[in-house]
């Protein structure tokens, strides 16, 4: 799955399910950096609001880019 699920287009599993394969820890935090990206928080407590519907992809996204 290249693109994520739009929210009126999918349920909440399947939002994390997209979290989950696009950014999979790989318990080695040294060698992959997303826990750095996310700022110590998990990729799926960094996108609870996407899970959950109440932002889009993009717009939390946003929040990590800065």
Sequence with gaps: MLKAPEIADSTAEERRAF?????????????????????????ER???????????YMEVSADYKR
């Design 46 to 56: 960094a996108y609870d609001d996407y899970i959950t519907g109440k932002r889009s």
């Design 19 to 43: 979290i989950k394969a696009k950014f999979p820890c790989i318990a080695d935090c040294d060698m992959c950096g997303l826990c750095k990206v996310f700022r110590g928080a998990t990729a």
